[in-house]
């Protein structure tokens, strides 16, 4: 089970990388009028994924829309600076996971190796 | 686009959004100043118009560009007689182009247009770092 294999970092990259299409979005309708800026609260979408759901499930559930700073007048709520650091938090986030999977890899890896 | 959206579409159209906005920045600066002999005739700034696209199979949402629609701006009329195309009262009407405005437009344009590159970057590099992995 690879899931078994990765413990936690399998669902954790699939819910960062969920999280990084979803500030692409944002990042992408910054000038369309009236877009509600949408978030992945990822603690508790990891929470519910390690609870038994599956992460498309765990990550709608906990999509929240974002509360603006100062509200625009056209009804758009994406602001730029919040969503590039949630962007780069997220990326930095995912780069850590994939170091615990390879390693984790690197183990197994070690563990087969006949020297 | 066939199938689920994925990030590479939202960036896609967000950018080519993105450069309608500003192909029509372009054509309004291009028009500014156009003068004609009558009021209906006048060049009136265009604007594209966007919204959001939502993809329910992936949550993605990506920018749809919903029209590029004239701007309701009354022509202005200038009082210059000498002009050929001036009607019987010496009158000619021309484009009403704010070109500061339509710089702010370009900038804000390319701006986003950087942003989406940037984002896109970042997240095309962790792709290739999760398919390389040894």
């Given at each position: 089970m690879p899931q078994d294999l990765f413990g936690i970092h399998g669902k954790a990259l699939e819910l960062r990388s969920q999280r990084m299409g979803v500030i692409a979005s944002n990042i992408a309708n910054a000038?369309?009028?009236g877009y509600k800026a949408r978030d992945i609260d990822f603690t508790a979408a990891i929470k519910a994924a390690d609870a038994g759901a599956g992460t498309d499930q765990a990550a709608r559930s906990s999509t929240l829309y974002r509360v603006p700073v100062m509200p625009s007048l056209d009804g758009n709520t994406v602001e730029l600076q919040n969503e590039q650091l949630s962007f780069s938090e997220n990326a930095v986030g995912y780069s850590t996971t994939l170091e615990f999977i390879r390693s984790r890899v690197d183990t197994v890896k070690r563990a087969l190796r006949v020297d | 686009m066939s199938g689920p959206m994925n990030l590479f579409g939202v960036a896609q159209r967000g950018m080519s959004a993105q450069l309608v906005r500003m192909n029509a920045a372009a054509s309004n600066l291009a028009n500014a100043g156009s003068v004609s002999g009558t009021e209906q005739g006048a060049y009136k700034p265009i604007r594209a118009v966007f919204s959001e696209d939502l993809d329910?199979?992936?949550g993605l949402s990506t920018v749809a560009v919903s029209g590029v629609m004239r701007e309701k701006a009354a022509a202005v009329r200038q009082h210059n007689?000498?002009?050929?195309?001036?009607d019987e009262n010496g009158d000619v009407w021309s484009a009403p182009v704010d070109e500061n405005a339509e710089m702010v437009e370009m900038l804000e344009a390319s701006r986003q247009y950087q942003n989406m590159v940037e984002a896109l970057s970042t997240a095309k590099n962790l792709m290739l770092e999760t398919m390389r992995m040894k």
């Open positions: 000038g369309t009028p | 329910r199979a992936s007689p000498d002009h050929p195309l001036a």
